[in-house]
T-cell receptor, first 109, second 115 residues
Framework: EDQVTQSPEALRLQEGESSSLNCSYT??????LFWYRQDPGKGPEFLFT???AGEEKEKERLKATLTKKESFLHITAPKPEDSATYLC??????????FGQGTRLTINP | EPEVTQTPSHQVTQMGQEVILRCVPI?????FYWYRQILGQKVEFLVS????????KSEIFDDQFSVERPDGSNFTLKIRSTKLEDSAMYFC?????????????FGPGTRLLVL
C-alpha cells in the first residue's frame, strides 16, 4: 500500500522566516510526486510536479526538491499570504493520486 | 486560465436521499476523477473515468456511487442513498491524457452534508 507521510502537521513562522516542509513516501515505481496548496474550504491548487530524484522546481518563494525517499518544499522569506495547507501526493502505476495528511502553514505578520 | 468548475458549492440532504454532484472539467481534458475529503482527513481517491468508462475505482466507490458523462462538458457523481458518513468535500479533477504521473487539476469542491 502506498504511504505518504508529511511533517510537521502544523508549522507557524514569522514573516520572512524560511523553513522546509517534508513529504516522505514509500512507493515502488514512482511516476510523479505532486505538491498542491489548499486554502480552507477550497480545492487543491497545483504547485509542482517532480518525476525523478535530484529534480528541483521553483515558483516565487517556493522550491520543491525530490530524493528517492522524500520531497521537500522549501519556502523562502514567506509572507502571510503563503498561509495554507500544503499537500503532497504521489502517483504510482495507476492514475489515482495518494495524498498525505498535509502541513498546515501559518505565517504571522 | 482554464479551470475545473463544480456545482453546487454546498448541498444539504437527508439520509437516504439521492444527490448528484456536477463538474465541468477543463475543456480539452480526457480523464476525469472524483476525490473526497472528510473534514480533517486526507484527500481520498474515489474513481477515474475515461472514454465513458470507469478506468479505476477505490474500495470507497461501492454500488451506491455512480459516475456519468451525460454530455460533452459535464461529469457527474451520483450517490444513490446517502449515509451520514458520506458528508465530506467532493472534488472533481481532470487531466489531459491520463498518463501516469500526469498533473491532475482540481475544482473548488462541493461540500455535502447529510443529516
Amino acid at each position: 500500500e502506498d504511504q505518504v507521510t508529511q511533517s510537521p502537521e502544523a508549522l507557524r513562522l514569522q514573516e520572512g522566516e524560511s523553513s522546509s516542509l517534508n513529504c516522505s513516501y514509500t512507493v515502488s515505481g514512482l511516476r510523479g510526486l505532486f505538491w498542491y496548496r489548499q486554502d480552507p474550504g477550497k480545492g487543491p491548487e497545483f504547485l509542482f510536479t517532480l518525476y525523478s530524484a535530484g529534480e528541483e522546481k521553483e515558483k516565487e518563494r517556493l522550491k520543491a526538491t525530490l530524493t528517492k525517499k522524500e520531497s521537500f518544499l522549501h519556502i523562502t522569506a514567506p509572507k502571510p499570504e503563503d498561509s495554507a495547507t500544503y499537500l503532497c501526493a504521489v502517483s504510482q502505476g495507476a492514475q489515482k493520486l495518494v495524498f498525505g495528511q498535509g502541513t498546515r502553514l501559518t505565517i504571522n505578520p | 486560465e482554464p479551470e475545473v468548475t463544480q456545482t453546487p458549492s454546498h448541498q444539504v440532504t437527508q439520509m437516504g436521499q439521492e444527490v448528484i454532484l456536477r463538474c465541468v472539467p477543463i475543456s480539452n481534458h480526457l480523464y476525469f476523477y472524483w476525490y473526497r475529503q472528510i473534514l480533517g482527513q486526507k484527500v481520498e481517491f474515489l474513481v477515474s473515468f475515461y472514454n465513458n468508462e470507469i478506468s479505476e475505482k477505490s474500495e470507497i466507490f461501492d454500488d451506491q456511487f455512480s459516475v456519468e458523462r451525460p454530455d460533452g462538458s459535464n461529469f457527474t457523481l451520483k450517490i444513490r442513498s446517502t449515509k451520514l458518513e458520506d458528508s465530506a468535500m467532493y472534488f472533481c479533477a481532470s487531466s489531459s491524457q491520463g498518463a501516469r504521473g500526469e498533473t491532475q487539476y482540481f475544482g473548488p469542491g462541493t461540500r455535502l452534508l447529510v443529516l
